[in-house]
């Protein structure tokens, strides 16, 4: 006599691969909804915005004018803000996840700023631009111009940064650096010819993700005051700038006003979706090729 | 303190008549009353133990018993774990190397070491051995290739490499990992060869490689092995020490412990009754 009831058992299998089928189905229609989702607005956007794609809408300036307005100091404005973000967030954030990682000691102070420093990655980006008009634009009476912008949005994604490099470091295996020890590398050695070298490729990735999130942000940059009018072509770090979101935000507050500003928003949205797209796609070549694999 | 030190000549000496003892001409370590502790957990309970040049040494016993603490203490790994304790001393050619004087990484490119796991730098094979006359600042390009493969040849991996030393290390076998580590650790001369469970992953015709280089290695170099395998130990060293809990059962020359030991515990390990 068997101690298992085969019977009831196989009852029960043929529930189960029921439910089996039911969850595959589920989890399926999730994907499709968010796919889906997706891509009516994509379409949208580019039905919208493609016939204002020329070489003179990117080359333009700003203009009231459907017909002459151009996104070039837009354009130049997000090239200026990555070029404060770009070295502030590699160099500070980097630095911390090494210091965190790599210096100080596993203890209170330790978990209780990475976990701070998690939380951060959470706060609303406005809070940020409050940050930066009072600290930046007001306190060290900047105004609203290139380097406050930049360095606002560089520690909104300074935290993102931190924990990718933290990541990253903490994915180089301890035997490895502990042979450079054992060969009387001192601990900087070990750093600089190592560790570093090997948590490299998930670095940048994490960097250039983060930096692809300020390229996109709006808030803090509408918060910290970027004119809305028709403002020369910035050539400073001192001067007043505007971005590509902050451009679509305004283009579409106005196309109450004006129909085609709606146009002129959507043509936008293209070129900043372009823009991440690059940015990403380096991303993902830069991890899949140069990340070492201790195997 | 129950253990016993066993000389050379046999004689049984308490470990306190053993720590005023000199050292012997040709002894390069010498312990005294080690204790090693591990925050709460007291890993090494008073070892005294004498290393010879040129003469390999077995540290046997059952897992936990404190082998690898032993040797990360003797070139100060040890230093990278947390809540570390150490009391008593280890001399190294005469000298305390707990002392504020020593530099660690002085220390650590005269006693090197060889990991369990394989554990080369994901750089390639003619990096990895040029890594450690690198960072003791050795730039000449036409040195360094002299060193590497002096050293590639040392470790009897030589032939197997010469045509892609370029090629990245991880590419290779395990026991070719292995012998790869060999060799870097062989490029910045050191005196002594500390190495851990070094054959542990290794398939049997790698593990008789490195036991083969071993060999060859002891004219040169003082080898301290750590090693579960018994018939290795028995196969490779001159002296061996059993360590149970911690504590130093016994040391003797490989044949006397392996043949005739003098305590019951160290006979019953080697014949396989308990670890």
């Known amino acids: 006599m068997s101690v298992l009831q085969k019977e009831a058992i196989h009852k029960r299998t043929k529930r189960k691969l029921v439910i089996n089928v039911i969850a595959r189905k589920l989890f399926f229609t999730s994907t499709l909804f968010a796919l889906v989702t997706l891509a009516i607005l994509l379409f949208r956007i580019v039905t919208d915005g493609i016939d204002y794609i020329s070489l003179d809408f990117l080359t333009g300036r700003l203009s009231t004018d459907v017909e002459r307005a151009g996104i070039y100091g837009a354009i130049l404005g997000t090239a200026w803000l990555m070029l404060v973000v770009t070295p502030v967030t590699i160099v500070i954030g980097v630095g911390t996840a090494i210091y965190l990682e790599l210096y100080a000691k596993d203890g209170k102070l330790r978990s209780f700023l990475q976990i701070n420093i998690r939380n951060l990655a959470g706060v609303p980006s406005i809070v ?17 111009v290139i380097l406050a912008g930049g360095l606002t949005m560089a520690l909104l994604i300074l935290p993102i940064t931190i924990v990718a490099s933290s990541e990253a470091l903490q994915s180089v295996p301890h035997y490895v650096a502990e042979a450079s020890y054992g060969m009387g590398a001192t601990k900087w050695q070990t750093i600089r010819h190592i560790i570093l070298p090997a948590a490299l490729p998930s670095i940048i990735t994490g960097a250039i993700l983060s930096l692809s999130r300020a390229i996109g942000e709006t808030a803090p940059l509408i918060v910290i005051g970027i004119p809305a009018l028709l403002i020369p072509l910035p050539g400073s770090l001192f001067d007043t700038f505007t971005v590509l979101p902050v451009q679509i935000y305004y283009w579409t507050l106005d196309s109450t006003l004006v129909a085609e500003y709606a146009n002129l928003a959507a043509a936008t949205i293209i070129v900043l979706l372009f823009l991440l797209a690059i940015l990403n796609g380096v991303a993902i070549y830069i991890r899949n090729k140069f990340t070492h694999r201790f195997e | ?152 040849k040392k470790a009897y991996i030589w032939d197997e490499v010469k045509d892609r030393l370029h090629e990245n290390a991880y590419r290779l076998s395990g026991g070719q990992q292995q012998r790869l580590c060999i060799a870097r650790c062989l490029a910045i001369e050191p005196e002594v060869i500390l190495m851990d469970e070094p054959t542990s992953a290794l398939d049997p015709q790698s593990t008789l490689k490195i036991e083969q280089l071993i060999h060859t290695l002891k004219e040169h170099y003082a080898i301290v092995i750590v090693t579960h395998n018994m018939q290795q130990a028995e196969r490779i060293s001159d002296k061996t020490a059993f360590f149970l809990n911690g504590e130093l059962i016994e040391y003797n020359k490989t044949k006397q412990i392996f043949h005739h030991p003098i305590e019951r515990r160290t006979a019953a390990y080697i014949h396989g009754q308990f670890g």
Request: proline share 4%; hydrophobic share 40%; charged share 20%.
């Open chain 2, 1 to 152: 303190m129950g253990q016993t030190i066993v000389l050379k000549n046999g004689r049984k000496m308490g470990h306190g008549t053993v720590a005023k003892e000199q050292a012997l001409p040709n002894s390069i370590f010498k312990t005294t009353d080690l204790h090693v502790w591990y925050g709460e957990s007291h890993a090494l309970k008073g070892i005294s133990l004498d290393i010879k040049k040129r003469e390999v040494t077995a540290i046997i016993g059952p897992s936990g018993c404190g082998k690898s603490t032993f040797i990360k203490t003797l070139n100060r790994m040890i230093d990278l774990s947390d809540n570390v304790k150490v009391k008593g001393s280890v001399y190294f050619k005469g000298k305390n190397i707990f002392e504020p004087a020593i530099q660690v990484e002085q220390l650590r490119t005269e006693v090197g070491m060889v990991f369990q796991k394989a554990n080369p730098f994901p750089k390639s094979i003619y990096d990895n051995v040029a890594y450690g006359p690198r960072i003791h600042g050795i730039r000449n390009k036409l040195l360094l290739d002299e060193i590497v493969e002096m050293s590639l």
């Open chain 1, 128 to 144: 940020y631009g409050i940050l930066g008009l009072t600290v930046f634009v007001r306190g060290l009476q900047l105004g609203n």
